[in-house]
């Protein structure tokens, strides 16, 4: 049995899958934590992904590997190889203003036709934009940057520091791949845009070379293929196999919604992000803050665990009797408010009950991806059907009310790791040169009942 490997290297923590290369079986799985927080040295996702492997029972018996990661990590290294400071993640907001000195630079309507994208705070360029202007010695040190997915790719490869790598620190075997890239805020569909870059960091550095959906990266040093890696919600669009008119939702760290297109989205308002996928067509693309971890949040508010607050929202009516809570506790991207704080309202003496509560935290987070997917619906995506899936997704109380807010049927795939399945599936198609057509097993279907007071009320409270 030929097997094959896929790594989500997320915000909170780093997931293994091994599968049968042909049937798609899954074999074997690891994982272990991240650090939290906003800010995070390298270092540790390297640790986590050797404790994941261990944790999967190691690689020994795997032909192809694949790295998909969280997006946007701003990695720094210098001319030795080494991580200059922590890496700054997509969910560090203290780029906003020079995200808006960016815009105000180039134009939003420039920025969207060179790139795709509107710079927010998010995206690594601005993130190179703070370093020059808040670390200018750092930045000056900067001889290339990375992606989370595309360092750990290196250092897979046996790449990295003198000492701490078997061949070194060889910038220019760096690589990433084109949803990753797009992601960046300097690369567009002409490639990288050096006059973004230069303007963010100050200075021209290495930049990862662009690979192709199925082009290998190399190999490790024990002889194990190497694909080329992807941002993590273009994997999980190939590790759902999503079509035309699919549109998934994932209620992970991040909240996104994203679909698969063929047409370029270039959205000047910078609401949809019109990334690149893994398989060489488009990903219009909203992200949130604010997702699973407002549940976590209001869980331990209530002193509960996901399921009890699962039970608790699901006594509520829809509406929650009135109360809303908007559920800005990180500030938020989508709507682009990066010092916006989370807010309940509407309450009073008969709803401020504990399903009230529990349910209003639901309805919040759902609402917020109501509107992204109103928002990528706006930009011309077809949307026939919402594929839900992440962390999240895996409550009942989450795909009820999903049902209630989403305009388009509820299907939800059996619980899964669906970014590291993507990988895995890349990493077939790299070892075999064909892509996988593994079967996608549903765990439910609901259909679309909208309960108009829900989005109404979450309307009136955020504006
Ligand atoms: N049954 C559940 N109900 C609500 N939230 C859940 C449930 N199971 C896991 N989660 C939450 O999902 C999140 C992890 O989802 P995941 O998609 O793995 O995140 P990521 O890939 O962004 O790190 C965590 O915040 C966790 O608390
Ligand atoms: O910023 C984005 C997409 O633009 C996020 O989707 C990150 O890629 C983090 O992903 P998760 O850790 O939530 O999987």
């Not at 969910?91 to 960016?102: E, H, K």
């Not at 959906?213 to 190999?219: L, M, N, Q, V």
């Not at 508010?301 to 509406?319: F, M």
């Amino acid at each position: 049995m030929s097997l094959v490997a896929g790594v989500d290297s997320s915000t909170q923590a780093c997931k293994v899958v091994i599968r049968d290369a042909a049937t798609g079986a899954l074999v074997r799985s690891g994982r272990a934590p991240h650090p939290a927080g906003t800010e995070v040295d390298p270092a540790a996702w390297w640790a986590a992904l050797l404790t994941a492997f261990a944790d999967a029972g190691g690689l020994d018996d795997v032909e192809a590997i694949s790295v998909a990661g969280q997006q946007h990590g701003m990695i720094v290294l210098d001319a030795e190889g080494r991580v200059i400071r922590d890496a700054l993640l997509w969910n560090d907001t203290r780029s906003a203003r020079a995200a808006r000195d960016l815009i105000a630079e180039v134009g939003a309507d420039d920025y969207a036709r060179r790139t795709g994208v509107v710079p927010v705070a998010s995206f690594t360029a601005t993130k190179l934009r703070w370093l020059r202007d808040e670390e200018p010695d750092a930045a000056a040190r900067v001889a290339a940057v990375a992606l989370p997915h595309d360092w750990l790719t290196w250092r897979l490869r046996g790449f990295g520091p003198a000492g701490e790598s078997p061949l070194g620190p060889v910038l220019g075997e760096l690589t990433t791949d084109r949803s990753d890239a797009s992601g960046t805020a300097y690369w567009g569909p002409n490639g990288y845009d050096r006059e973004l870059f230069v303007r963010a960091l100050g200075h021209d550095a290495v930049l990862p070379r662009v690979l192709a959906p199925d082009e290998a990266a190399g190999r490790t040093p024990d002889g194990i293929l190497v694909g080329a890696g992807a941002g993590d919600n273009a994997a999980a669009a190939l590790g759902l196999d999503a079509a035309p008119g699919d549109v998934v939702v994932s209620i992970g760290t991040s909240g996104t919604v994203f679909a698969v297109t063929d047409a370029a989205v270039a959205d000047p308002s910078g609401t949809v992000a019109g990334f690149a996928d893994a398989t060489g067509r488009r990903l219009p693309l909203i992200a949130t803050l604010n997702a699973a971890r407002v549940l976590d949040v209001t869980a331990g508010l209530l002193g509960v665990d996901h399921d009890e607050l699962g039970r608790l929202a699901l006594e509520a009516e829809p509406g929650a009797s009135g109360a809303v809570l908007v559920p800005y506790f990180e500030g938020e991207r989508t709507p682009n408010l990066p010092e916006a704080t989370a807010s309940f309202s509407g309450l009073t003496l008969a709803n401020t009950t504990r399903s009230s509560i529990a349910r209003a935290a639901i309805e919040g987070l759902l609402c917020g991806l109501a509107d992204g997917l109103d928002a990528v619906r706006g930009q011309g995506v077809e949307v026939s059907r919402v594929l839900l899936i992440g962390g999240a997704a895996q409550n009942p109380a989450v795909r009820h009310v999903a049902a209630q807010v989403f305009d388009a049927p509820v299907i939800v795939p059996v619980p899964g790791e669906y970014v590291a399945d993507g990988a895995a599936r890349q990493a077939r198609w790299a070892l075999t040169g064909e892509r996988p057509a593994w079967p996608l097993e549903v765990d439910a279907e609901l259909e679309s009942r909208p309960c108009g007071v829900i989005r109404e009320q979450y309307a009136r409270a955020r504006a």
